[in-house]
């Protein structure tokens, strides 16, 4: 065969394997089929793999990933599809598109078809999370031994435009990955025209018939560009045969089908070399996180010095040389070796890289998978320790091998005796390893530290950090029914704007103050056994986390407490949660930044039917899967917990908390929390407001002093409670839940965020929004006597309920169902 050395031109696929086709050995035991063009066997091969999928593997000979193939080759595959893309989108079209590939064996590819194409920037999806990089999307792949995929682009704004979105893979086979992609961003940055690109098209008319449709669906163009197409034919039963032939296979495995053995002679360090390339500063390794036209322009300047560079490192008599990339890490080694196979004309250059897939290897010439060199994980993965593979390197003569690694790679287990390198060593004279740093998308700026009184709340500044931006000087309050009308017809969340702050009349206020006397003994102690509680299961230092703003009150006298008994000064932060929202991320991400995320407990004040604690759970989940950050636990300690939904809590009674009886003036001068796309950015803390002009009427620390007097008093009993409690079942019940969906029926209410239980949450509607009725435990007290006055002031009336298993529900009105907000912080509709 004729060497190819042109980058850019499809040069011929170089045949490893002496004219026999590398698939024919599955395909005789299996009777798997190839059907279609003629170039197909060319292109693809097949081999058997430890999947409950698919047992069948195609395996691409011009990839450049499990077959070591002319990188002049693999490139050139890339670029001609990148070129037919631009000569379908033409030149207008093709200047607004952004090209993606997939994780991990595409990434090389895309890159190409993008180069192909022109002036696209390029992104890929990626398997490894990046702490405090939110991801703008996401993906499963279905046949995929690991399916999670992340987009993380440094530039959120390259996938929100409206030019094609052209989206390349190594095959087309079901197109549940393609369909799986534009699902999740189309709802997100919808656009008129996809364009997939894939070496094979290899799909059945059934599923091509589903993209079809899939695409009329969305209301969009999908066009399809591949080298070649065909189908796999796969005879029934063909799964199972092929995983009994694959656990037999394995079982006998000789030397080269598991090329796994120790080096001989000298110590496997002495034939390793260490290539210094000269990356340029600030070039991205790939396209992890994008990868831009001016990029481009830069790496194709430096590509000759560095690929002379690795030249110079050779051996002298060096004339069949491997470059092998690293699992995500495909496009600047397959440049690397395209650009020395071009200026080293007496090498003969193969090029491939290791991956996380499992495959069977049977030295066989018509196998695609020859040789197996397995090796752990040395890049410390997000999904745990694993084993990876190089393929058809081991055996395959050559003289010296270049493994190209990110620097996130270049760790302890690469050069363990049980790693990449020394694997390699054992079937190669000379072994060389290029390092190129890991790139690391800029942060705009830090995130700041958190506001502090008296320059942002009327507390003390040791007593709470608030990890929040300060909006005082922003109108955000609205009449309770504008604001609830606001909601309704511009589907607009509750978290954009504020309520009217209550001011409360001269009898509230002696309503509050007599409330306070009469159960700040009663607090103290529901304050000690949830702090004890907490110490005790949690360990010697939490860092105390209280959800703004109910939470913070009892935040600070946790802290009061601990500080108090155990002379402990425990950090204390205030960070918001919004339902339908979330937990701001960028709070826990400083948190991550300062305190071990397993030392942070979350407080709030109570619950009511224990939305907010589901809320917890659920955003937390999805952090740790965007940001790669574990260890936040989602249990709430709660002062109080009449619905039986959490287990760390100080009382399960429902009773007045006099801190529920006011808005700011209780809670440090504090509005509530504040999430408006233009006023939070991506970099932000959510926002809240400083009220310094309620200074007059503020009881924030007249609250938290008057409890803290009453420590000495109650101290044996809570310690007391607190160690009964640690010995029982503390398991949350739901009963609360359980209440609302009854009173729900009973009341022919047709949404559980419509009904407020507790005393602290009829409260909060009877100053926020419009409220229907209020249901009363017949018999309760004093502990309603504000509420009995707020209901009288807005002429709502107070029903008198027995069994109920609260002291009250709040229920809001009818009227303005429409306006109210539902589990996703929006409207709710009738």
Same mark, same amino acid.
């Given at each position: ?21 590398? $698939?024919?050995?599955?395909? !005789?035991?299996?009777?798997? !089929? ?35 193939? *002319? @990188?002049?080759?693999?490139? $050139? ?5 990148g070129r037919r893309v631009r000569a379908l989108l033409g030149e207008e079209e093709s200047a607004r598109a952004v090209v993606l590939g997939y994780a991990e064996t595409a990434t090389g590819l895309g890159h190409s078809v993008a180069d192909g194409l022109g002036l696209a920037p390029y992104l890929h999806s990626t398997r490894r999370p990046v702490a405090g990089l939110a991801p703008a999307g996401g993906f499963e792949e279905a046949h995929s031994h690991a399916t999670s995929h992340l987009l993380l682009p440094e530039d959120p704004a390259l996938l929100s435009g409206d030019g094609p979105l052209v989206l390349v893979d190594d095959e087309f086979s079901t197109g549940n990955t393609v369909l799986n992609t534009v699902r999740d961003l189309h709802g997100r940055y919808p656009r008129r025209r996809y364009v997939v690109v894939a070496l094979v098209d290899m799909r059945s008319a059934e599923d091509a018939g ?20 065909? #189908? ?14 694959? /656990? ?15 080096? #001989? ?36 300047? %430096?590509? @000759?010095?560095? %690929? ?28 690397? /070796? ?19 897939? =499992? ?5 066989? @010439? ?7 060199? /397995?090796? =752990? ?60 740093? *890991?790139?690391?998308?800029?942060? =705009? *700026? ?29 109108? &955000? ?33 002696? &309503? ?9 003994? +009663? ?8 702090? !004890? ?29 601990? +500080? ?6 425990l950090p204390h932060y205030a960070v918001s949660i919004v339902r339908g929202r979330g937990i701001d991320a960028n709070a826990l991400r400083w948190l991550a930044a300062h305190h071990d995320p397993r030392d942070v407990v979350f407080v709030d004040g109570w619950t009511g039917k224990g939305a907010i604690t589901r809320e917890l759970a659920q955003a937390l989940e999805e952090f740790e899967k965007s940001d790669g950050i574990t260890g936040f636990s989602p249990e709430i300690a709660v002062l109080a917990d009449p619905g039986s939904c959490v287990r760390i809590?100080?009382? +399960? ?11 700011? #003036? ?165």
């Amino acid at each position: 065969m004729e060497k190819a050395v042109n980058e850019g031109v499809c040069g011929e696929v170089r045949d490893e394997a002496g004219g026999v086709w590398s $698939g024919s050995w599955v395909a !005789e035991r299996l009777g798997v !089929e190839l059907v279609g063009e003629d170039r197909l066997t060319d292109l693809l091969g097949l081999a058997l793999r430890r999947n409950p999928k698919r047992a069948h593997l195609l395996v691409s000979n011009v990839l450049g990933k499990h077959v070591p193939q *002319s @990188p002049s080759v693999v490139y $050139g595959h890339g670029v001609e599809l990148g070129r037919r893309v631009r000569a379908l989108l033409g030149e207008e079209e093709s200047a607004r598109a952004v090209v993606l590939g997939y994780a991990e064996t595409a990434t090389g590819l895309g890159h190409s078809v993008a180069d192909g194409l022109g002036l696209a920037p390029y992104l890929h999806s990626t398997r490894r999370p990046v702490a405090g990089l939110a991801p703008a999307g996401g993906f499963e792949e279905a046949h995929s031994h690991a399916t999670s995929h992340l987009l993380l682009p440094e530039d959120p704004a390259l996938l929100s435009g409206d030019g094609p979105l052209v989206l390349v893979d190594d095959e087309f086979s079901t197109g549940n990955t393609v369909l799986n992609t534009v699902r999740d961003l189309h709802g997100r940055y919808p656009r008129r025209r996809y364009v997939v690109v894939a070496l094979v098209d290899m799909r059945s008319a059934e599923d091509a018939g589903r993209l079809e449709g899939f695409a009329r669906e969305i209301g969009a163009r999908v066009d399809l560009v591949a080298a070649a197409s065909g #189908t796999v034919r796969l005879p029934e039963g063909v799964l199972e045969r092929g995983q009994e032939l694959v /656990a037999r296979y394995e079982s006998v495995l000789g030397a080269r089908g598991t090329a796994r053995t120790t080096p #001989t002679g000298p110590h496997p360090d002495d034939n390793r070399t260490v290539i210094d390339l000269h990356w340029p500063a600030h070039l991205p390794d790939g396209a992890r996180h994008g990868f831009t036209p001016a990029h481009r322009e830069q790496l194709e300047a %430096a590509l @000759p010095g560095m %690929a002379a560079r690795i030249a110079d490192a050779l051996p002298a008599d060096a004339r069949r040389v491997h470059i092998l990339g690293f699992e995500e890490l495909m496009y600047a080694p397959l440049r690397l /070796a395209a650009t020395l196979e071009r200026t080293a004309p007496d090498i003969e250059v193969r090029y491939s890289t290791t991956t996380r897939s =499992p495959v069977l290897a049977v030295d066989d @010439p018509g196998y695609a998978i020859r040789t197996r060199l /397995a090796f =752990p994980a040395h890049d410390d993965p997000a999904d745990g320790p694993g084993e990876r593979y190089a393929y058809n390197v081991a055996g395959a003569g050559f003289d010296a091998v270049v493994a190209v690694v990110d620097s996130a790679g270049d760790t302890p287990a690469l050069h363990a005796p049980d790693g990449l390198l020394a694997r390699l060593a054992a079937h190669t004279p000379r072994v060389l390893l290029a390092v190129i740093p *890991s790139y690391a998308p800029e942060r =705009p *700026s830090m995130l700041p530290e958190p506001l502090r009184g008296p320059d942002f709340s009327s507390y003390a500044p040791e007593e709470v950090g608030w990890l929040l931006q300060d909006l005082s000087d922003v109108t &955000l309050e609205a009449p309770t029914e504008e604001r609830e009308e606001a909601i309704q017809s511009g589907g607009a969340h509750y978290a954009e704007s504020l309520p009217v702050e209550y001011q409360p009349s001269e009898q509230y206020q002696e &309503l509050f103050h007599a409330a306070l006397a009469e159960s700040a003994a +009663r607090i103290a102690q529901a304050v000690g056994v949830v702090t !004890e509680t907490v110490l005790a299961e949690r360990g010697p230092r939490p860092v105390l986390v209280s959800l703004a703003r109910a939470g913070t009150p009892v935040g600070i006298l946790m802290r009061r407490w601990a +500080r108090y008994r155990h002379g402990l000064d425990l950090p204390h932060y205030a960070v918001s949660i919004v339902r339908g929202r979330g937990i701001d991320a960028n709070a826990l991400r400083w948190l991550a930044a300062h305190h071990d995320p397993r030392d942070v407990v979350f407080v709030d004040g109570w619950t009511g039917k224990g939305a907010i604690t589901r809320e917890l759970a659920q955003a937390l989940e999805e952090f740790e899967k965007s940001d790669g950050i574990t260890g936040f636990s989602p249990e709430i300690a709660v002062l109080a917990d009449p619905g039986s939904c959490v287990r760390i809590y100080g009382t +399960r009674e429902d009773f007045l908390i006099p801190s529920a009886c006011l808005n700011s #003036t209780v809670s440090g001068l504090i509005s509530r929390t504040v999430l408006r796309a233009d006023l939070v950015g991506p970099h932000d803390f959510h926002g809240a407001k400083f009220y310094r002009e309620l200074t007059g009427t503020d009881v924030s620390v007249t609250f938290l002093d008057a409890v803290s007097a009453r420590f000495p008093e109650v101290e044996d009993a809570a310690c007391a409670q607190a160690k009964d409690l640690l010995a029982a079942d503390r398991s949350p019940t739901w009963e609360g839940w359980a209440a609302v969906e009854r009173i729900c029926e009973e009341y022919g209410i047709h949404d559980v965020n419509l009904v407020k239980p507790g005393v602290g949450e009829t409260t909060r509607v009877l100053l926020r929004r419009v409220p229907w009725k209020v249901l009363a435990r017949a018999g309760a007290g004093s502990d309603l006597d504000h509420v009995r006055l707020l209901a009288e002031q807005r002429g709502v009336p107070v029903e008198e309920v027995a069994e109920l298993p609260y002291t009250c529900v709040g229920l809001i009105h009818p009227k303005y169902t429409r306006g109210a907000t539902g589990a996703d912080g929006k409207a709710v509709s009738v």
